[in-house]
């Protein structure tokens, strides 16, 4: 199931908003198509953020995946856990395996994203 | 691009693909991670029949396959298999293949996918004898069954004979559920295992016999991407990634292939010149010191100073760490030597370790 309270981007990181705050991290379905994801590199707290660029890496056993911003900001936390514990990307992408909070610079560009039915159909679409 | 005989099998099974060498092959079924630790753990069944098979017949067979070949093919027996390398008159390796000697004037080459159609110019343009040479690829499949498992899971479809019998590098033509096989106790995974060679038609019938009893091994058919980490935590080097026709064996670390002694092969002369040289770079292995993933093309450091990239790096499922070869000009080196490798612009330091790594 997709989560009806995020935004997606059509490169499949998700921003879930709360107030001038948005978490950012990849969709289930990301997950299930890159697989034993072995290694996160993300950004240092103060990194400055442009939606739609590279922020970090994800690797899989099999190659190395960009991660790109679905909007703009400033790191205010970064998920050290991820740095010893990987595989929470694959088993909770919604949750434990969240990258990221950002101070949200531009709020109207969260209304850019995807929201949860286009980004189905958006997979749907890549799939077929 | 190519498909195999088994493609729609694989299909039924919701493989992902991925293109090697010219072909549409299965990429993973289950994941690579799960994959891998099954070949390890039980038994995996591998579709591998984009790999390449020569026959060659005739008088002049045997003088054909000494000629090409840096290994000594007059060491082989009838039912022995040999693994070695045809390298080119300035010592590059063309490819590495095995030889099966079904007789004095009959042997079997098996070589790399990507190579089928450069290999067959080669041995045709330096066939001087009275040889004939058939390119049966398309008439081949090649079903692998690799892990420790694997004799006895086999066993039960050849009723003639104990698989356990078969010595590493040998083979025996038999039939396996009925389908006229040749049985070779090789592979390209590290672990016990054979691969078995039939006519593409009875590829189906012999994957669907052996199938289910693989599921009852606790096994699971193979994809590429397995196949590729399993390759490498045994050391084996992949043509076209560690060695290419610009490297030599020595390079490659594969001179323990080049036999000179009392025979005449192509790039004998150029090989003999450069171990008089020594060796100016080598493939060695190496281990992440942290968790970040070298692939090929990487740059590496040593003392400060470029030495060479990466051929081929991943995370080791079994020993759950990075590792990989990497091609270096350094001369002298040794076990535990720190190196770097740059990743997205930061050096992560990495150290040389013996390969097999497993």
Redesign the interface.
Known sequence: MIPQNLKYNESHEWARQEGDIATIGISDYAQSEIQDIVYVELPEIGTELTQKTEFGVIESVKAAFDLYAPVSGEVIEVNESLLDAPEQVNESPYDDGWFLKIRITDPSELDTLLDADSYQAHIEAEHA | MKKTPLHQVHKTLNAKFTEFGGWEMP??YS???KE?LTVRSTVGLFDLSHMGEFEIHGPGANELAQKLSTNDVGRLTDGRVLYTLFCNDTGGIVDDLLIYRHADNHYMLVVNAANIEKDLAWIETHNDTDAEVEDVSEDTALIALQGPKAIDMLNPFVPELDVSEISFFRFVVDEVAGIRTVISRTGYTGETGFELYIDANGAENLWHALYPAVIEAGGQPIGL?ARD?LRLEAGLRLYGVDMNDDTNPYEAGLGRFVKSKNRQFIGKNALLAAKKRGIEKQIIGFQMLD???A?AGYTVYQHGEQVGEVTSG??S?SLKC?IGFALITSQTISEDDKIEIEI?GRRHPAKIVTVPFI
């Open positions: 990429l993973q994941g690579i991670v891998h991407g980490t968790r970040a993933v692939r991943a995370p499922p990075n997205r």
